[in-house]
């Protein structure tokens, strides 16, 4: 079955706010933890990973937080643009399933 | 290299015919992966190849479904007997592992998109 999950279908923001995505995990034998972006029509695209020995990384205007105790990833995107509406799924390195995934919908 | 291209891009077809869908990966990469995604649902597993090797199959892969990756280059997917439930996006990617461990993220191609009338 999968080992990775979404906790919220849906998420709607305000441009401009900041994105928070959550994803629960139960493949604990991942070496790092990777979100995906999928835009409608197009495959999903990486984003942003951290290892499993990291507590946090940043990117441009994306954060990953990765909380080992409870299993527990987010992404946090930084305002949060309309390009940003997608679908966001987050998977570990020896995983090949992805859970439903995250719609993001930015409203101008 | 211009990334994982797949073909066709979009396929209309009738119910109980048979369709293939090509996926041509990232030259250097040894893994190529087949999902099919249909609408408000994240990618479903169906199958992966290590090189030539098809190491996994789903068991949503019935025995309509076959994949091939005779070379350990390119890979194709074909469905015999389509069905109205087949109707889906089938996406390949494919990503560079040492031994079992990937050692990156998976790269996908823009999906196949079949519809069965």
């Known amino acids: 079955g999968e080992s990775v999950g979404l906790h919220l279908p849906t998420l709607s923001v305000q441009e401009g706010d900041n994105s928070i995505i959550n994803c629960a995990y139960s493949n604990s034998a991942s070496d790092y933890f990777i979100w995906y972006k999928q835009e409608s029509g197009k495959g999903p695209q990486f984003i942003i990973d951290?290892?499993?020995?990291?507590d946090k990384r940043q990117g441009q205007r994306v954060t990953v937080l990765l909380n080992k105790t409870v299993k527990h990833l987010s992404l946090q995107i930084a305002a949060t643009q309309p390009g940003d509406s997608a679908v966001y799924f987050c998977?570990?390195?020896?995983?090949?399933?992805f859970g439903a995934g995250t719609r993001l919908t930015v409203k101008p | 290299d211009t990334g994982v291209s797949q073909d066709p891009r979009h396929k209309i077809t009738k119910r109980g015919q048979n369709v293939t869908f090509r996926c041509d990966p990232i030259?250097?990469?040894?893994?190529l992966y087949w999902y099919r995604q249909t609408l408000g649902q994240g990618p479903e597993f169906l199958t992966y190849?290590?090189?030539?090797?098809?190491?996994?199959k789903s068991r949503l892969l019935s025995d309509r479904f076959s994949a091939e990756r005779p070379k350990g280059s390119f890979s194709t997917l074909e469905i015999q007997r389509t069905e109205q439930g087949d109707s889906a996006m089938y996406l390949c990617?494919?990503?560079?592992?040492?031994?079992?461990?990937?050692?990156?993220?998976?790269?996908f191609g823009e999906g196949s998109r079949l519809t069965v009338l």
């Open positions: 190849f290590q090189n030539e090797a098809q190491l996994e």
């Open positions: 030259s250097e990469h040894n893994r």
């Open positions: 951290i290892r499993s020995n990291m």
């Open positions: 998977a570990g390195n020896n995983d090949m399933r």
């Open positions: 990617a494919s990503s560079l592992s040492v031994g079992a461990v990937l050692t990156g993220e998976l790269f």
